[in-house]
């Protein structure tokens, strides 16, 4: 499908450096240590790397990963392809996730990790559509809300491109070529 990167950045790399930092106070602050995260691979791992660095610990780590987001458009249904490798019953649970759009993924995440017990579950999320939203999960820290656009850079991707970028910027997919 043809497609333009907007250049000017949706959110800059200060903007989210600075948020980013906020969100890791806010989760130390509310959640009783050794906090256990949970990253959801693969658009949440530059969130994760800056977030830890933030954080004064002691904090551990695990990752699970999800079926894959098509293209630019979510298929509705969500496929465990890795589980967690640890223990979690009777932890401080953080997930940590790139986006939340339908909140599909998000909803599939929390009832897998809930079954396993842990002390509480909390989630932090770099960002939320939430005009988008076809369920009613709990989100408990979100970096910033946006509009229903197609973003890209610091971990998230458009078939598989720009996960590089230090900004977020929007995709815009069109029909023409
Ligand atoms: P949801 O299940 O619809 O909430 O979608 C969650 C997943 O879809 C996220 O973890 C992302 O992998 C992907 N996703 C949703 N919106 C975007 C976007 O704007 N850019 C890149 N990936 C997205």
Known sequence: MPYKLIDAPLLTADQIRTRVYELAQA?????SEPLHLIAVLKGSIVFLADLIRAMRGPITLDFLAVSSYDANLSSGT?????DIDTDIKDQSVVIIEDIVDTGLTLEYVQT???????????SVCLLSKP?????????DHVGFEIEDHFVVGYGLDYEQ??????????VEVTSEQ
Request: no cysteine; proline share 5%; aromatic share 2%.
């Open 27 to 31: 989760v130390e602050s509310t959640t």
């Open 112 to 122: 897998l990790l809930r079954s396993k017990k842990p002390k509480t579950l909390q």
């Open 161 to 170: 491109q720009y996960r590089h970028l230090p900004h977020i910027s929007i």
């Open 78 to 82: 969500v496929q465990l392809l890795k």
């Open 131 to 139: 005009s988008r939203r076809q369920t009613k999960v709990a989100v």
